[in-house]
């Protein structure tokens, strides 16, 4: 008699042809298999002598020699797929079951008719996205119960429409709303991720804690939809584009093909690559920080991203200057970040005034001066900086301190003129870095990109705290543009 795991392995067997059993232990699925006459042949695999010791006492004892192959081998690199009809691989670590999918060749995997049958005893995450890498489909996903035990269970076949899963899709899985045992692994997930959060609370990771949080209600409720227009009336409520600057083009610049989305991706940028992640990932919307449309086209080529997003039906709402100045914008996320490391004397003040109640970047003094140096070696954490120029005098003291988010060396005079120590923006030109060491002033350059990704977070933290069921990811293709040898 099998026990409830490997009964629901054994009935989702396809029967077709040949099935592999990697990892088979004491061969007990391989001779249900054959016994029931579900399949005529076998091929069961371990990657230790012991465990197919065991699988031949099994076989033997049933008097299955004829029918089932013992082969001795590591995932699946011993074992012909030739004839295979389906592979189950039951019994491991998800990242394991990934890594033994990872080591066949992916054109075998395209030509082969093959189900796969796989039960991960941990991270099923990870190989539901690696499926989905390899251009395979889950097909199904059940759930055994033995005793106080949940196990996970999905078939996957060769899918030819490619696409990605996204972090929520993979953590949600593919389980049928009725399946009363389904509920039960959910609520259970859900509550691990609940726990996942609350130490992520602790140690004031509170970005990725509501992340975690908003994974929780989507595992119990599953990825909501949203019309675009009220996600694009919440975004203007917080960084209105009333505010941007003149020669700025913030906005809804290319309309999604659809009213409303289930899935937002967002990235500094909408390059091809964001687009073409955007479309793997079924994503209606992008919400980008730089305007995928800025300086008037004559002409819009295949290869311009927003002949792609037209051709995919992707919207894009792009977020620039008035995401820069809003308050809990790009320049907002590097204030509190700077203010978790250093302890700050008195509120910060507005870097450039610009009217109206808005201000581009802000000034800080801190209690104690630090070296430039120090302040360098700060930033680079804070912004994942693969390096920081600095000005030349680096033992510099600094307290008071100005910043501003992109391309912000311009803005060295008035930091000057507001008796600042210090300046952290991105891009600064030569003659920017002339005047900062002819001033005595320490000029910190993060880079233009790093100084601004980091408002990801906080876009996909208020999405998620508006609307928690809405699928908001942070692009993959949200990279630095440049490579540093």
């Known amino acids: 008699m099998l026990d409830n795991r490997l009964n629901r392995i054994a009935e989702l067997v396809s029967g077709n042809g040949i099935a592999v059993d990697v990892g088979t232990d004491h061969a007990y699925l391989a001779a249900e298999l054959i016994n029931s006459g579900k399949c005529s042949r076998v091929i069961a695999s371990d990657v230790k002598e012991g465990p197919l010791d065991s699988a031949r ?26 004839g295979v009809s389906d592979v189950v691989i039951a019994g491991m670590g998800g990242e394991t079951i990934a890594a033994i999918i990872d080591a066949v060749k992916i054109d075998s995997i395209d030509k082969m008719n093959i189900r796969w049958v796989l039960q991960p005893m941990t ?15 889950i097909t199904g996903e059940y759930v055994a119960e033995e005793g106080d035990k949940l196990y996970v269970i999905m078939t996957a076949e060769y899918s030819p429409f490619p696409r990605r899963l996204t972090e929520a899709e993979s953590v949600c899985g593919f389980f049928d709303d009725e399946d009363e045992t389904a509920k039960k692994y959910r609520k259970r997930e859900a509550e691990r991720l609940e726990k996942v959060a609350d130490s992520l609370e602790k140690p004031g990771r509170s970005y990725d804690a509501q992340h975690h949080r908003a994974l929780a209600q989507k595992v119990i409720n599953g990825i909501g939809v949203e019309y675009i227009d009220d996600v694009i009336s919440y975004l203007d409520g ?17 309309e999604s093909s659809e009213q409303e989305c289930s899935k937002v991706l967002l990235s500094l940028d909408i390059t ?47 977020m620039h200057t008035n995401l820069d100045i809003a308050d809990g914008g790009t320049n907002g996320v590097i204030l509190r970040k700077l203010s978790s490391k250093f302890e700050l004397c008195g509120e910060p003040e507005p870097f450039e005034e610009l009217g109206g109640g808005n201000s581009l970047g802000w000034i800080v003094t801190l209690n104690e001066t630090v070296t430039a140096l ?112």
């Open 123 to 137: 991270k099923p995450e990870i190989l539901r996205r690696k499926l989905y890498e390899h251009n395979m489909e």
């Open 238 to 254: 917080l960084y209105p584009f009333a505010a941007q600057k003149k020669w700025d083009n913030s906005g809804y610049l290319v």
């Open 374 to 485: 120090e302040l360098a070696a700060v930033c680079k954490e804070l912004f994942d900086c693969a390096y920081v120029r600095t000005s030349r005098n680096s033992n510099k003291l600094v307290s008071k301190i100005a910043f501003c988010s992109g391309s912000g060396g311009s803005m060295l005079g008035l930091a000057r003129e507001k008796g600042c120590d210090a300046l952290i923006t991105g891009d600064v030109k030569h003659d920017v870095w002339i005047d900062a060491n002819n001033y005595d002033i320490a000029l910190l350059d993060c880079g233009h990109f790093q100084t601004e990704n980091i408002v990801l977070e906080e876009l996909r933290r208020v999405l998620e705290e508006k609307f928690p069921l809405l699928d908001v990811e942070i692009a993959e293709a949200s990279v630095d543009p440049c490579c540093y040898v």
């Open 272 to 318: 091809s690559e964001a687009v073409a992640e955007a479309d793997l990932k079924c994503a209606e919307l992008i919400i980008s920080h730089h305007p995928v449309i800025f300086e008037p086209r004559r002409s819009v080529k295949c290869s311009d991203p927003v002949y792609k997003l037209i051709a995919s039906g992707i919207g894009a709402v792009c």
């Open 57 to 82: 006492n099994t076989v033997e004892k049933n008097g299955i020699q004829d029918k089932v192959e013992l082969v001795l081998s590591d995932g699946l690199e011993n074992v012909s797929l030739d």
